[in-house]
């Protein structure tokens, strides 16, 4: 049978002709710019700017020397950073945390639901100039706010920018972006319809099982997309350079940040092109991954339901 | 209630709260430092409370034609995303397009290596060939570009969710495409589309890397840029002015916020089709 | 003639007396200053004074000029990618701000043309030249031609707070030998309480600032410079050993410094307010420091700046061991404005620049900030303390290699002092991996090693 369809391929094609157009300038030619360039030696200042070679695979070779590559400030070793960062900020802090919030917002009040969305979602959506500046002066070791409640509480106040530089990138970026699961999620269980969890309240089911066992199966295709966009997102995320700049000696040094200081510092694009490459490399395969198992659950559960 | 559902609640919000607090912890201080005229990175009640920091910034002519620019590189590239990823994302969830689905996700980790600095460059040079370095325009249509993938993305996902029977009765009655799309399937999008609207006005308004390669002159920057008007000689931040102006930076989009929820509220549709 | 067409007609008219001044130049000037912020100074000295005394010199000579300054307060990293970007695409303000020791690499990509290839040979028959000195005029130079003019230059030297060196038994002018005799000093100084008594920079966050202020000024120390007199850079050594080793006794064995004013973001301001509050009395720094850090009315300001804060030379590791077999070294830097090779108006924009260079100008720059200027008919007013430190350093001073190269290798040399002063790596095993990265950028052949 024919699929019936609403558009036909020309009006269609009228209704994507202004993203392609923005998306074949902006999208699609710096992308094949940066694939091109990361074969070659291309830097902004110095010889090889007037003449740059094409060297091959050079770039991506010397990212994965193992001479250098666990080193401090190289590439292997921020990739180590930015991979835990990932799994611990956006997988563990942002999604859990998120689909924690939006699971106690189902029960809470009204208000308190107003007062917890508003500052979840003002963390996500305040300029980042801003939330680094704040951030900066709520650890601010001598003044700061934190220091001010731990030393309140008789703790002693921690130099955290100095000592735990890593997991204050993860929790504040946590902090900064649980927002977007929390709304994704939020609107994910108000799609479930609500006589699945009246007939659960009847069994006398835990808000546990309720979750473990309704809502969980029911939201997996926004896990998915949820995991997706925030995986992408937390690996291309620069602001925590606001807050350490990527140091001390390199220890918050994201992949991000060293592709900002190889482009644009060194200015030496051909490696920068390099590792926005593998950036992208890694999204893919992690993208695959999620929609695959995302794939082989609802398939289980539809072999078990027949 | 049952007992243990009443206790279980109290806990929920005990829970709720508690992580409320939490996240408003790390923001309390911009509360108070604006209208402390005597401000430092320490969280004080200012005493007296004042408005002259906010006074001397009002003063600072590029600070605040910076905030109008902020303004009209926001808009015109919410305007331009909002129409292009409605009528694409549309598109692409209606059409029998082939290889449509797997669109979306090309482009969309396509839009991730852009959204690098490694990008920065071709970006620049593509602008520049374009005439148009130094021009708001530039920075709408950058942002439009760069952000269109995950608001088509997102957008997709919203219309996938929506029946296609309520354009198809439309038709049925005989309507053309179009009708069907403006009459009947818009309003339905509307609230996924103010997602999108919030989404992209957020990351424009916040963004400082995109018009700062793309701008000069002092007329054309944004607030984002202008910040560092507030900054010392020595580079350190002027406490009182910066956290004044950042007060003023950060108002439309806590407006924009309070405004989208009290109209529409946040929602999401779908998720991916597995 | 229809009332439309006259409507017409009429606007024609208005457009053309609008372009009328056709012959009105544009110019555009930039720099990383911003009034109130980022070198306000120089922002304050191109608006006030030399915009409106170009403008009315001009126009004396029946030329219509309107110059716009674009004033940004971001990082110099910032501006120099913005430059970058802008000079390979032909864009740019007409004169720009710009640090000399960019002048190589820029030059080596094709973004820079020496001066008289951009506004011609009366460039050469300038009157300010003669009066500049050749090591001021190298600053922005490349391999003998000038690309712009230096604003001035600086020297460095161990700034002191003397009434902490009286508290601790030493004297006033101290002045130290050897590096050993300002190691007891700080152990003197420290048991007299002063929390973090010696800061010699160090590390990533602080980008050439490291470089220039503490590695260089202890690197010349032992007879050393970053590259041999090849101009291959030396990528292991004694020297480069005995400094890392002044960074580890310093910062890790003795905690006679700041270790956290190296490793953090804002450390250098960190380092400032150690000094205006006391907690550190030997900081070596650029004039700079005096100038603009420790101005009694500036942020890290001390109100008696003038009976406290004293100087010494920095001195070599021994007594004539330091480079050129000095007793003591410094090193020079600095920044001034070259030509836009894309500009549009090339005479009006030299004429902008040697304008802004004129005697006539420096001294209304001199009141606005006093420095060390480029020429040598521009004196220092009221100044005893740059005039004094000026006449004894230049003599001493050095320079860092004109060379493409130096920018990258200077970032791994920031990594190395990091690396040592969080008490990560040895000595050995820093300068082990500065010899593996420095390598791996410039190639072997660029490089040589003297271990």
Same mark, same amino acid.
């Given at each position: 049978?024919?699929?019936?369809?609403?558009?036909?391929?020309?009006?269609?094609?009228?209704?994507?002709?202004?993203?392609?157009?923005?998306? +074949?300038? $902006?999208? %699609?030619?710096?992308? @094949? &710019? #940066? *694939?091109?360039?990361?074969? /070659?030696? !291309?830097?902004?200042?110095?010889?090889?700017?007037?003449?740059?070679?094409?060297?091959?695979?050079?770039?991506?070779?010397?990212?994965?020397?193992?001479?250098?590559?666990?080193?401090?400030?190289?590439?292997?070793?921020?990739?180590?950073?930015?991979?835990?960062?990932?799994?611990?900020?956006?997988?563990?802090?942002?999604?859990?945390?998120?689909?924690?919030?939006?699971?106690?917002?189902?029960?809470?009040?009204?208000?308190?639901?107003?007062?917890?969305?508003?500052?979840?979602?003002?963390?996500?959506?305040?300029?980042?100039?801003?939330?680094?500046?704040?951030?900066?002066?709520?650890?601010?070791?001598?003044?700061?706010?934190?220091?001010?409640?731990?030393?309140?509480?008789?703790?002693?106040? +921690?130099? $955290?920018? %100095?000592?735990?530089? @890593? &997991? #204050? *990138?993860?929790?504040?970026? /946590?902090? !900064?972006?649980?927002?977007?699961?929390?709304?994704?999620?939020?609107?994910?269980?108000?799609?479930?319809?609500?006589?699945?969890?009246?007939?659960?309240?009847?069994?006398?089911?835990?808000?546990?099982?309720?979750?473990?066992?309704?809502?969980?199966?029911?939201?997996?295709?926004?896990?998915?997309?949820?995991?997706?966009?925030?995986?992408?997102?937390?690996?291309?995320?620069?602001?925590?350079?606001?807050?350490?700049?990527?140091?001390?000696?390199?220890?918050?040094?994201?992949?991000?940040?060293?592709?900002?200081?190889?482009?644009?510092?060194?200015?030496?694009?051909?490696?920068?092109?390099?590792?926005?490459?593998?950036?992208?490399?890694?999204?893919?395969?992690?993208?695959?991954?999620?929609?695959?198992?995302?794939?082989?659950?609802?398939?289980?559960?539809?072999?078990?339901?027949? | 209630?049952?007992?243990?559902?009443?206790?279980?609640?109290?806990?929920?919000?005990?829970?709720?709260?508690?992580?409320?607090?939490?996240?408003?912890?790390?923001?309390?201080?911009?509360?108070?430092?604006?209208?402390?005229?005597?401000?430092?990175?320490?969280?004080?009640?200012?005493?007296?409370?004042?408005?002259?920091?906010?006074?001397?910034?009002?003063?600072?002519?590029?600070?605040?034609?910076?905030?109008?620019?902020?303004?009209?590189?926001?808009?015109?590239?919410?305007?331009?995303?909002?129409?292009?990823?409605?009528?694409?994302?549309?598109?692409?969830?209606?059409?029998?397009?082939?290889?449509?689905?797997?669109?979306?996700?090309?482009?969309?980790?396509?839009?991730?290596?852009?959204?690098?600095?490694?990008?920065?460059?071709?970006?620049?040079?593509?602008?520049?060939?374009?005439?148009?370095?130094?021009?708001?325009?530039?920075?709408?249509?950058?942002?439009?570009?760069?952000?269109?993938?995950?608001?088509?993305?997102?957008?997709?996902?919203?219309?996938?969710?929506?029946?296609?029977?309520?354009?198809?009765?439309?038709?049925?009655?005989?309507?053309?495409?179009?009708?069907?799309?403006?009459?009947?399937?818009?309003?339905?999008?509307?609230?996924?589309?103010?997602?999108?609207?919030?989404?992209?006005?957020?990351?424009?308004?916040?963004?400082?890397?995109?018009?700062?390669?793309?701008?000069?002159?002092?007329?054309?920057?944004?607030?984002?840029?202008?910040?560092?008007?507030?900054?010392?000689?020595?580079?350190?931040?002027?406490?009182?002015?910066?956290?004044?102006?950042?007060?003023?930076?950060?108002?439309?989009?806590?407006?924009?916020?309070?405004?989208?929820?009290?109209?529409?509220?946040?929602?999401?549709?779908?998720?991916?089709?597995? | 003639?229809?009332?439309?067409?006259?409507?017409?007609?009429?606007?024609?008219?208005?457009?053309?007396?609008?372009?009328?001044?056709?012959?009105?130049?544009?110019?555009?000037?930039?720099?990383?200053?911003?009034?109130?912020?980022?070198?306000?100074?120089?922002?304050?000295?191109?608006?006030?004074?030399?915009?409106?005394?170009?403008?009315?010199?001009?126009?004396?000579?029946?030329?219509?000029?309107?110059?716009?300054?674009?004033?940004?307060?971001?990082?110099?990293?910032?501006?120099?990618?913005?430059?970058?970007?802008?000079?390979?695409?032909?864009?740019?303000?007409?004169?720009?701000?710009?640090?000399?020791?960019?002048?190589?690499?820029?030059?080596?990509?094709?973004?820079?043309?020496?001066?008289?290839?951009?506004?011609?040979?009366?460039?050469?028959?300038?009157?300010?030249?003669?009066?500049?000195?050749?090591?001021?005029?190298?600053?922005?130079?490349?391999?003998?031609?000038?690309?712009?003019?230096?604003?001035?230059?600086?020297?460095?030297?161990?700034?002191?707070?003397?009434?902490?060196?009286?508290?601790?038994?030493?004297?006033?002018?101290?002045?130290?030998?050897?590096?050993?005799?300002?190691?007891?000093?700080?152990?003197?100084?420290?048991?007299?309480?002063?929390?973090?008594?010696?800061?010699?920079?160090?590390?990533?966050?602080?980008?050439?600032?490291?470089?220039?202020?503490?590695?260089?000024?202890?690197?010349?120390?032992?007879?050393?410079?970053?590259?041999?007199?090849?101009?291959?850079?030396?990528?292991?050594?004694?020297?480069?050993?005995?400094?890392?080793?002044?960074?580890?006794?310093?910062?890790?064995?003795?905690?006679?410094?700041?270790?956290?004013?190296?490793?953090?973001?804002?450390?250098?301001?960190?380092?400032?307010?150690?000094?205006?509050?006391?907690?550190?009395?030997?900081?070596?720094?650029?004039?700079?420091?005096?100038?603009?850090?420790?101005?009694?009315?500036?942020?890290?300001?001390?109100?008696?700046?003038?009976?406290?804060?004293?100087?010494?030379?920095?001195?070599?590791?021994?007594?004539?061991?330091?480079?050129?077999?000095?007793?003591?070294?410094?090193?020079?830097?600095?920044?001034?404005?070259?030509?836009?090779?894309?500009?549009?108006?090339?005479?009006?924009?030299?004429?902008?620049?040697?304008?802004?260079?004129?005697?006539?100008?420096?001294?209304?720059?001199?009141?606005?900030?006093?420095?060390?200027?480029?020429?040598?008919?521009?004196?220092?007013?009221?100044?005893?303390?740059?005039?004094?430190?000026?006449?004894?350093?230049?003599?001493?001073?050095?320079?860092?290699?004109?060379?493409?190269?130096?920018?990258?290798?200077?970032?791994?040399?920031?990594?190395?002092?990091?690396?040592?002063?969080?008490?990560?790596?040895?000595?050995?095993?820093?300068?082990?991996?500065?010899?593996?990265?420095?390598?791996?950028?410039?190639?072997?052949?660029?490089?040589?090693?003297?271990?």
């Amino acid at each position: 049978m024919k699929q019936f369809s609403l558009l036909s391929r020309r009006v269609a094609a009228l209704f994507l002709a202004p993203g392609a157009i923005l998306v +074949g300038l $902006f999208i %699609l030619l710096p992308f @094949f &710019w #940066v *694939i091109f360039v990361s074969f /070659t030696n !291309r830097t902004l200042l110095g010889r090889t700017a007037l003449n740059p070679e094409f060297v091959g695979l050079q770039n991506y070779v010397r990212l994965f020397d193992p001479a250098t590559f666990f080193t401090r400030g190289q590439f292997g070793s921020s990739l180590i950073i930015t991979t835990e960062f990932v799994l611990l900020s956006a997988l563990v802090g942002q999604a859990l945390l998120g689909l924690l919030l939006a699971w106690l917002m189902q029960a809470i009040r009204p208000g308190l639901k107003r007062f917890v969305e508003a500052m979840v979602i003002g963390a996500w959506i305040l300029p980042e100039v801003v939330i680094g500046f704040a951030w900066f002066a709520f650890l601010d070791y001598d003044n700061g706010t934190l220091n001010m409640i731990m030393r309140g509480l008789g703790l002693p106040p +921690g130099d $955290f920018l %100095l000592q735990q530089p @890593f &997991w #204050v *990138i993860v929790i504040f970026n /946590t902090w !900064r972006g649980a927002a977007f699961s929390m709304m994704l999620f939020n609107s994910a269980f108000a799609s479930i319809p609500p006589s699945y969890f009246q007939a659960a309240d009847v069994a006398g089911a835990s808000s546990w099982q309720k979750f473990r066992d309704i809502a969980l199966p029911l939201i997996r295709g926004h896990v998915v997309t949820d995991l997706i966009l925030i995986t992408m997102w937390t690996f291309n995320v620069f602001t925590p350079f606001l807050l350490t700049h990527g140091g001390p000696a390199y220890r918050t040094e994201l992949l991000s940040i060293y592709n900002y200081r190889v482009a644009f510092r060194d200015f030496e694009f051909g490696k920068g092109a390099a590792v926005g490459v593998i950036i992208m490399l890694i999204n893919l395969v992690l993208a695959l991954i999620y929609l695959s198992i995302g794939r082989r659950k609802s398939k289980a559960e539809k072999e078990a339901a027949t | 209630m049952s007992g243990g559902a009443f206790l279980s609640r109290i806990g929920f919000s005990v829970l709720a709260a508690l992580l409320g607090v939490l996240f408003a912890l790390p923001l309390i201080w911009f509360i108070f430092a604006p209208f402390n005229a005597r401000a430092e990175m320490g969280l004080a009640l200012p005493d007296p409370w004042t408005l002259s920091n906010f006074a001397t910034v009002f003063q600072n002519s590029f600070a605040v034609r910076a905030l109008f620019n902020s303004l009209i590189q926001s808009v015109g590239g919410v305007i331009l995303i909002g129409a292009a990823a409605t009528l694409a994302a549309y598109a692409l969830s209606r059409s029998t397009i082939p290889g449509k689905s797997a669109v979306t996700y090309v482009l969309l980790l396509f839009s991730s290596v852009v959204s690098g600095s490694a990008a920065m460059v071709p970006i620049f040079l593509i602008i520049s060939a374009m005439g148009l370095i130094d021009t708001q325009l530039a920075v709408i249509l950058v942002f439009a570009g760069g952000l269109l993938p995950t608001a088509m993305f997102i957008l997709r996902d919203f219309i996938d969710g929506i029946p296609k029977s309520y354009e198809e009765s439309a038709m049925v009655a005989g309507a053309s495409p179009l009708q069907a799309f403006f009459d009947v399937a818009l309003p339905v999008i509307r609230p996924g589309i103010v997602v999108i609207v919030v989404w992209a006005f957020v990351n424009i308004w916040g963004s400082f890397l995109i018009p700062f390669i793309l701008l000069r002159s002092s007329e054309q920057m944004p607030a984002s840029v202008a910040i560092y008007s507030f900054y010392s000689e020595a580079g350190t931040p002027i406490v009182t002015l910066l956290a004044a102006y950042a007060l003023i930076y950060s108002l439309p989009v806590v407006l924009l916020y309070l405004f989208v929820s009290w109209r529409f509220g946040f929602r999401f549709f779908g998720g991916i089709k597995a | 003639m229809s009332n439309r067409l006259r409507a017409l007609y009429l606007g024609l008219a208005t457009i053309t007396t609008l372009v009328t001044p056709a012959f009105a130049v544009d110019l555009t000037v930039s720099c990383r200053c911003v009034e109130g912020g980022a070198n306000s100074n120089d922002a304050i000295f191109i608006k006030t004074k030399l915009i409106p005394a170009f403008t009315e010199k001009m126009k004396a000579e029946g030329k219509e000029v309107n110059v716009t300054l674009n004033e940004f307060g971001g990082t110099d990293e910032q501006y120099t990618q913005q430059l970058a970007l802008d000079f390979s695409t032909g864009a740019g303000s007409d004169v720009s701000g710009f640090d000399g020791f960019l002048v190589p690499s820029f030059v080596e990509g094709g973004l820079l043309k020496p001066l008289e290839e951009v506004a011609g040979p009366e460039v050469n028959s300038w009157e300010g030249w003669s009066h500049i000195s050749d090591g001021i005029k190298a600053l922005l130079s490349y391999q003998g031609k000038p690309y712009g003019i230096a604003k001035g230059t600086d020297v460095r030297m161990i700034f002191t707070r003397k009434d902490l060196l009286e508290k601790a038994g030493l004297p006033a002018d101290w002045q130290p030998a050897n590096w050993a005799e300002i190691l007891d000093a700080a152990r003197k100084l420290k048991a007299s309480g002063v929390e973090f008594p010696l800061q010699l920079n160090a590390g990533v966050a602080m980008g050439e600032a490291t470089t220039m202020q503490g590695y260089w000024m202890a690197l010349l120390g032992t007879g050393e410079q970053v590259t041999d007199e090849n101009g291959k850079f030396i990528v292991s050594s004694q020297g480069i050993l005995d400094t890392l080793n002044l960074y580890k006794t310093i910062y890790v064995d003795e905690g006679l410094g700041d270790q956290r004013a190296q490793l953090l973001a804002d450390g250098r301001n960190q380092s400032f307010a150690n000094f205006r509050d006391g907690k550190t009395a030997l900081l070596v720094e650029g004039d700079y420091f005096w100038r603009s850090v420790t101005r009694p009315d500036a942020e890290f300001g001390l109100p008696n700046r003038d009976e406290v804060v004293g100087w010494a030379k920095m001195p070599a590791q021994e007594p004539g061991k330091g480079l050129r077999g000095q007793d003591f070294v410094t090193i020079s830097g600095g920044t001034g404005f070259v030509l836009n090779p894309a500009t549009k108006n090339p005479a009006e924009a030299w004429a902008l620049l040697a304008y802004m260079n004129s005697v006539e100008m420096l001294d209304e720059f001199q009141k606005i900030q006093p420095a060390i200027r480029a020429r040598d008919d521009v004196a220092i007013p009221n100044s005893e303390f740059l005039t004094t430190t000026s006449q004894t350093l230049l003599p001493l001073t050095t320079a860092r290699p004109n060379d493409a190269n130096y920018n990258k290798v200077s970032a791994e040399i920031q990594r190395m002092t990091e690396s040592v002063v969080s008490g990560e790596l040895s000595p050995e095993d820093a300068m082990a991996q500065y010899k593996t990265s420095v390598i791996a950028i410039i190639g072997e052949d660029n490089t040589v090693s003297k271990l």
